[in-house]
């Protein structure tokens, strides 16, 4: 049996729906990236129903009895990257867990933000009409990804669910006779400004019309590295927790990524990274305004996470069949009072454990020196 | 018959015999496959999962697994096949490889100078460094869509030649190379061509007795492709498809001129003929810029107007050299919002043309090291991340050596370590390890006609008294290298 399209025994505890109102923590840092995580969860929380029909059977007494609580529950989700694209993400999904974002789109149980493609537009003044120029396979065209030629956000009535219609995706552009750019993909917004008002706006558009399909639907939303905004401009940190918890109170839950390498963090431990820094001796005491915002936002995010799951890499150097290292620790908003009885009997634990992503998206979890068994 | 050779290989567990008094080049063997020949398999528990490929001519005989077949077929048998343009053949690109999910898109016919990734299947294009193209996560190239950013340390300038590798093979393949900052002249010091098949084998013929991986080591025929570093590691995810380096296999392929290649072998003693239709676009870096504009938008302004106005069909290079640097740049490219801005707006072009554009940005790390949260985000918003540390002092060193011609034959000595801290699509997806090569020890050794990475490994022991001598004038030599890797 292939541990493809599936979640790994060991972190499905951990990936299940979080409960209300709860913010997760993910964590990477520059070689270790936290994608994989991401998708386990999108696994987890669109995995019934969504996945694609051929990579069904076989692994469906396993997701029952693991998750079978889960599997009555009607979870949509809104990602919102501003670091990774939608074809990205489509890719990854379908890879990782065998899910189909752009059909999960049209069912209204998912929703893309895209915060790469336009958010600073280079030179939106000029565009000449060109062939179309990118996508040269055919069949690329009708998932290419929201590259709307920046006009500003007003005369973008796309706004995800609403447009879906292949009917309906030439008429909201009659203003631009050239409009050869590809429409965006169903159920994919793009923020055309890094302000977190403009932001704000998109994201709680999307969130409150997304679950009116049921009204049972709970809504989970993934912001991707929007500490990118703290670095690109001059976001404080304190602004960006705000919108953080501004979008928080609009959905069931959150799951947060973000960057913690050593540099980004230093600046909040000072004394504690002092040895390392040291090292670099004319780097020791320096800390900007970027190093200082992140580590003031981690942190602070940190504190109000359940849970936070970092992934990093193997500190012993690299090895062939290990990726990194994913430690899931409790954060400053663990609540005591609320676990419920599945984690009182142990299973959300702290626990550390190593992780391969392998070739072919899967990936397998497990304990150290248990290599061969995961 | 009588001396048969039986070479072996743990290597993908297959094997190979080659009578040893019939060595034929690797395109002299005519190929055929024996199905269900009388020989037997050298893995008999895996016996089905095997089968033969014998020549008619010398009757040696290689056994692959069924597996690998089409990478087999592909890689040795359809000899050059491989190293073409796609638009060329477009037969040999159609086969799945593994690993690929087609989740990619075919590659379009007319792009020159790429070729499918034989692990996604995703369209890749060459550095212009061969050392580096194996590098690259099993890739064989620089995926096109991704950034390559190259740190260095110190005050010398390997990044740059990098540079001009990656420019000269551009302009080698038709690319519209995009040059940051650097005025024209720039362009006209890109090393020339080690071109012809003549030339080439005139250099093979010399080189062939020094050369480390010579000849005589018959072992190497599938080695050979792979490359130094190669058939150390990103062998193992994907054996014999390493880029095929125009220089190595330049001799016998007179049916391939060397516009086909995927790599070529640049001389940075030589100069390049600029072809009268290279593409070349200049893009100039206002010095006195008011202090609240990016002197980087301009940048991405003209390579998107390029990349929209030019056919679909033209890959594009972005070069952007040694960049904060004061010599180049105004003093308000290292503000984080400028800085950090153009990456992620960059960023977000390459992933809108997933096939036709590359970038590629060096940085000197002595104005901002690699501490430095600005440098970490530049880092983490470029899709490969190469770190160059220069061995101090060694240059004089291994000039010295060089001439007396004395540690030559044994290997080139390193002039420095190179680490890969991120390598493109491979980091993203969330993969290290696994024989990626991210955080190896890795050496490289610039050379007039290239640039070798290899596994970086400690010169012998002061007391392997044995070693010592066969180190010989290297010894000393050596010894600088150890003390410098401690500092």
């Given at each position: 049996?292939?541990n493809?399209?599936?979640?790994?025994?060991?972190?499905?505890?951990?990936?299940?729906?979080?409960?209300?109102?709860?913010l997760?923590?993910?964590?990477?840092?520059?070689?270790?990236?936290?994608?994989?995580?991401?998708v386990?969860?999108?696994?987890?929380?669109?995995?019934?129903?969504?996945?694609?029909?051929?990579?069904?059977?076989?692994?469906?007494?396993?997701m029952d009895?693991?998750?079978?609580?889960?599997?009555?529950e009607?979870v949509?989700v809104?990602?919102?990257?501003?670091?990774?694209?939608?074809?990205f993400?489509?890719?990854?999904?379908?890879?990782?867990?065998?899910?189909?974002?752009?059909?999960?789109a049209?069912?209204?149980?998912?929703?893309?933000?895209?915060?790469?493609t336009?958010?600073?537009?280079?030179?939106?003044s000029?565009?000449?009409?060109?062939?179309p120029?990118r996508s040269?396979?055919?069949?690329?065209?009708p998932?290419?990804r929201?590259?709307?030629?920046?006009r500003g956000?007003s005369?973008l009535?796309?706004?995800g669910p609403?447009?879906?219609?292949?009917?309906?995706?030439?008429?909201?552009?009659?203003?631009?006779?050239?409009?050869?750019?590809?429409?965006?993909?169903?159920?994919?917004?793009?923020?055309?400004?890094?302000?977190?008002p403009?932001?704000?706006?998109k994201?709680?558009?999307?969130?409150?019309?997304?679950?009116s399909?049921?009204?049972?639907?709970?809504?989970?939303?993934?912001?991707d590295?929007?500490?990118?905004?703290?670095?690109?401009?001059?976001t404080?940190?304190?602004?960006?927790?705000?919108?953080?918890?501004?979008?928080?109170?609009?959905?069931?839950?959150?799951?947060?990524?973000?960057?913690a390498?050593?540099?980004?963090l230093?600046?909040?431990?000072q004394?504690?990274?002092?040895?390392?820094?040291?090292?670099?001796?004319?780097m020791?005491?320096?800390?900007?305004?970027?190093e200082?915002?992140?580590?003031?936002?981690?942190v602070?995010?940190?504190?109000?996470?359940?849970?936070?799951?970092?992934?990093?890499?193997?500190?012993?150097?690299?090895?062939?069949d290990v990726?990194?290292?994913?430690?899931?620790?409790r954060?400053?908003?663990?609540?005591?009072?609320?676990?419920?009885?599945?984690?009182r009997?142990?299973v959300?634990?702290?626990?550390?454990?190593?992780?391969?992503?392998?070739?072919?998206?899967?990936?397998?979890?497990?304990?150290?020196?248990a290599?061969?068994v995961? | 018959?009588?001396?048969?050779?039986?070479?072996?290989?743990?290597?993908?567990?297959?094997?190979m015999?080659?009578?040893?008094?019939e060595?034929?080049?690797?395109?002299?063997?005519?190929?055929?496959?024996?199905?269900?020949?009388?020989?037997?398999?050298?893995y008999?528990?895996?016996?089905?999962?095997?089968?033969?490929i014998?020549?008619?001519?010398?009757k040696?005989?290689?056994?692959?697994?069924?597996?690998?077949?089409?990478?087999?077929?592909?890689?040795?048998?359809?000899?050059?096949?491989?190293?073409?343009?796609?638009?060329?053949?477009p037969?040999t690109?159609?086969?799945?490889?593994?690993?690929?999910d087609?989740?990619?898109p075919?590659?379009?016919?007319s792009?020159?100078?790429?070729?499918?990734?034989?692990?996604?299947g995703?369209?890749?294009?060459?550095?212009?460094?061969?050392?580096?193209d194996?590098?690259?996560g099993?890739?064989?190239?620089l995926?096109?869509g991704?950034?390559?950013?190259?740190?260095?340390?110190?005050?010398?300038?390997?990044?740059?030649?990098?540079?001009?590798?990656?420019?000269?093979?551009?302009?080698?393949?038709?690319?519209?190379?995009?040059?940051?900052?650097?005025?024209?002249?720039?362009?006209?010091?890109?090393?020339?061509l080690?071109?012809?098949?003549?030339e080439?084998?005139?250099?093979?013929?010399?080189?062939?007795k020094?050369?480390?991986?010579?000849?005589?080591?018959?072992?190497?025929w599938?080695?050979?492709?792979?490359?130094?570093?190669?058939?150390?590691?990103?062998?193992?995810?994907?054996?014999?498809?390493?880029?095929?380096s125009?220089?190595?296999?330049?001799?016998?392929?007179?049916?391939?001129t060397?516009?086909?290649?995927?790599?070529?072998?640049?001389?940075?003693?030589?100069?390049?003929?600029?072809?009268?239709?290279?593409?070349?676009n200049?893009?100039?870096?206002?010095p006195?810029?008011?202090?609240?504009?990016?002197?980087?938008?301009?940048?991405?302004?003209?390579?998107?107007?390029h990349?929209?106005?030019?056919?679909?069909?033209?890959v594009?290079?972005?070069?952007v050299?040694?960049?904060?640097?004061?010599?180049?740049?105004?003093?308000?490219?290292g503000?984080?919002?400028?800085?950090?801005?153009?990456?992620?707006?960059?960023?977000?072009?390459l992933?809108?043309y997933?096939?036709?554009l590359?970038?590629?940005?060096?940085l000197p790390?002595?104005?901002?090291?690699?501490?430095?949260?600005?440098?970490r985000?530049?880092?983490?918003l470029?899709?490969?991340?190469?770190?160059?540390?220069?061995f101090?002092?060694?240059?004089?060193?291994?000039?010295?050596?060089?001439?007396?011609?004395?540690?030559?034959?044994v290997?080139e000595?390193?002039?420095g370590?190179?680490?890969?801290?991120?390598?493109?699509?491979?980091?993203?997806?969330?993969?290290?390890g696994?024989?990626?090569?991210?955080?190896?020890?890795?050496?490289?050794?610039l050379?007039r006609?290239?640039?070798?990475?290899?596994?970086?490994?400690?010169?012998?022991?002061?007391g392997d008294?044995?070693?010592?001598?066969?180190?010989a004038?290297?010894?000393?030599?050596g010894?600088?290298?150890?003390?410098?890797?401690?500092f």
């Amino acid at each position: 049996m292939s541990n493809r399209n599936r979640v790994p025994p060991l972190l499905e505890p951990y990936v299940r729906l979080p409960p209300e109102a709860s913010l997760t923590l993910l964590t990477g840092v520059l070689d270790a990236t936290p994608t994989w995580l991401v998708v386990r969860y999108l696994d987890s929380l669109l995995g019934n129903g969504g996945r694609l029909q051929n990579t069904r059977g076989g692994n469906e007494d396993i997701m029952d009895n693991s998750n079978g609580t889960e599997d009555q529950e009607d979870v949509a989700v809104v990602l919102v990257s501003w670091m990774r694209d939608w074809e990205f993400w489509k890719t990854e999904a379908r890879r990782g867990g065998g899910l189909d974002l752009a059909r999960l789109a049209q069912q209204k149980r998912f929703a893309f933000v895209d915060g790469l493609t336009n958010l600073f537009a280079p030179a939106p003044s000029d565009k000449v009409a060109p062939p179309p120029t990118r996508s040269l396979a055919p069949q690329q065209q009708p998932t290419a990804r929201s590259t709307v030629p920046a006009r500003g956000p007003s005369t973008l009535p796309i706004r995800g669910p609403p447009v879906r219609t292949p009917a309906a995706a030439p008429q909201p552009l009659p203003a631009h006779p050239q409009t050869t750019s590809p429409t965006p993909a169903p159920g994919t917004t793009t923020l055309t400004s890094p302000s977190l008002p403009h932001a704000a706006e998109k994201i709680t558009t999307l969130v409150t019309t997304l679950p009116s399909a049921s009204p049972a639907r709970k809504t989970v939303l993934i912001l991707d590295s929007p500490s990118a905004l703290l670095a690109t401009t001059s976001t404080p940190a304190s602004s960006l927790s705000s919108f953080i918890l501004q979008l928080r109170s609009l959905v069931h839950s959150t799951l947060l990524v973000t960057e913690a390498d050593l540099p980004f963090l230093s600046a909040a431990a000072q004394a504690a990274y002092g040895g390392v820094r040291g090292a670099y001796g004319e780097m020791a005491g320096k800390v900007t305004p970027v190093e200082a915002e992140h580590a003031a936002f981690v942190v602070q995010q940190a504190h109000g996470a359940r849970l936070v799951i970092s992934a990093r890499g193997l500190e012993t150097g690299v090895a062939r069949d290990v990726s990194g290292v994913v430690r899931v620790g409790r954060g400053g908003g663990w609540d005591e009072e609320g676990e419920s009885e599945v984690e009182r009997d142990g299973v959300v634990a702290e626990m550390e454990v190593l992780y391969y992503v392998q070739a072919d998206g899967g990936v397998r979890v497990f304990e150290r020196g248990a290599g061969d068994v995961g | 018959m009588s001396d048969m050779v039986w070479y072996r290989g743990s290597f993908l567990g297959d094997s190979m015999w080659c009578p040893a008094s019939e060595k034929l080049e690797d395109n002299e063997h005519q190929w055929q496959k024996n199905m269900g020949s009388s020989r037997k398999s050298p893995y008999p528990r895996y016996s089905r999962r095997w089968f033969e490929i014998g020549c008619n001519r010398c009757k040696c005989a290689r056994f692959f697994s069924t597996g690998r077949h089409d990478e087999y077929l592909s890689s040795t048998m359809a000899f050059r096949k491989r190293n073409i343009g796609i638009g060329r053949t477009p037969t040999t690109s159609s086969e799945p490889l593994q690993g690929g999910d087609g989740d990619v898109p075919a590659v379009s016919e007319s792009l020159r100078g790429t070729r499918p990734s034989p692990l996604t299947g995703q369209p890749t294009t060459s550095t212009g460094a061969y050392s580096l193209d194996s590098l690259l996560g099993g890739h064989a190239g620089l995926a096109l869509g991704s950034s390559l950013f190259i740190e260095e340390n110190g005050t010398t300038d390997f990044a740059g030649a990098l540079l001009r590798y990656y420019a000269a093979e551009g302009i080698v393949h038709g690319h519209t190379v995009h040059i940051v900052g650097v005025g024209e002249q720039w362009v006209k010091e890109l090393p020339g061509l080690v071109g012809a098949s003549k030339e080439a084998e005139a250099m093979e013929g010399s080189s062939k007795k020094s050369a480390v991986d010579s000849e005589k080591m018959k072992i190497a025929w599938r080695y050979e492709r792979l490359g130094q570093a190669d058939a150390d590691r990103a062998s193992r995810v994907l054996p014999g498809r390493g880029p095929v380096s125009n220089a190595s296999q330049g001799a016998s392929a007179e049916t391939d001129t060397t516009e086909q290649a995927f790599c070529h072998t640049f001389d940075l003693a030589k100069r390049l003929t600029l072809p009268a239709d290279a593409s070349i676009n200049h893009i100039a870096i206002s010095p006195n810029p008011s202090p609240s504009v990016s002197p980087l938008t301009a940048i991405l302004q003209s390579l998107n107007q390029h990349l929209t106005t030019s056919p679909p069909n033209t890959v594009h290079r972005l070069l952007v050299p040694t960049i904060t640097s004061p010599a180049l740049y105004p003093p308000q490219t290292g503000n984080p919002e400028h800085f950090l801005q153009f990456f992620h707006s960059l960023r977000a072009l390459l992933r809108q043309y997933p096939t036709r554009l590359t970038a590629m940005i060096t940085l000197p790390l002595e104005l901002y090291p690699r501490q430095s949260g600005l440098v970490r985000w530049a880092e983490t918003l470029c899709d490969g991340v190469v770190e160059l540390t220069p061995f101090p002092h060694l240059m004089d060193a291994s000039n010295t050596s060089a001439e007396s011609g004395g540690a030559r034959g044994v290997e080139e000595h390193p002039q420095g370590m190179l680490k890969l801290h991120k390598l493109p699509v491979t980091t993203e997806r969330g993969g290290g390890g696994g024989g990626s090569g991210v955080g190896d020890d890795l050496a490289f050794t610039l050379s007039r006609r290239k640039f070798v990475i290899k596994p970086f490994s400690l010169p012998p022991m002061e007391g392997d008294q044995e070693a010592q001598q066969g180190q010989a004038e290297g010894g000393a030599l050596g010894k600088a290298t150890k003390v410098d890797i401690e500092f």
